[in-house]
């Protein structure tokens, strides 16, 4: 098993930055893929951005350019570096780790990001 624990969430202005980060424990020598995933009230869980262990990156198309993903293996965390924020950003974000030879991805608990004045 694999547990990602999200941090660094919290109340920011509009146009201000946030960095999230989210750590991995345990099987983490059989993770391939770790991403960022956000569920806004009221909306469905939607992509923000998947990283590979190799680099590969993916993004939402809304949100390249704003938000940046990357990951230090070595510390078996993934960051997401989000700037120029907007009050349509509040949301939970999730961390997920996708494992080898395991077809469902393993979820964090989330950590609310709230924009606004």
């Known amino acids: 098993q694999v547990q990602p624990v999200e941090s660094g969430g919290g109340l920011v202005q509009p146009g201000g930055s946030l960095r999230l980060s989210c750590a991995a424990s345990?099987?983490?020598?059989?993770?391939?893929?770790m991403g960022w995933y956000r569920r806004a009230p009221g909306k469905q869980r939607e992509l923000v951005a998947t990283?590979?262990?190799?680099?590969?990156?993916n993004y939402a198309d809304s949100l390249k350019g704003r938000f940046t993903i990357s990951r230090d293996n070595a510390q078996n965390t993934v960051y997401l570096q989000m700037n120029s924020l907007k009050p349509e950003d509040t949301a939970v974000y999730y961390c997920?780790?996708?494992?080898?030879?395991?077809?469902?991805?393993?979820w964090g608990q989330g950590t609310q990001v709230t924009v606004s004045s």
């Open positions: 997920n780790a996708r494992v080898l030879g395991v077809a469902a991805p393993y």
């Open positions: 345990g099987n983490i020598f059989s993770i391939y893929s």
């Open positions: 990283i590979t262990k190799a680099g590969a990156t």
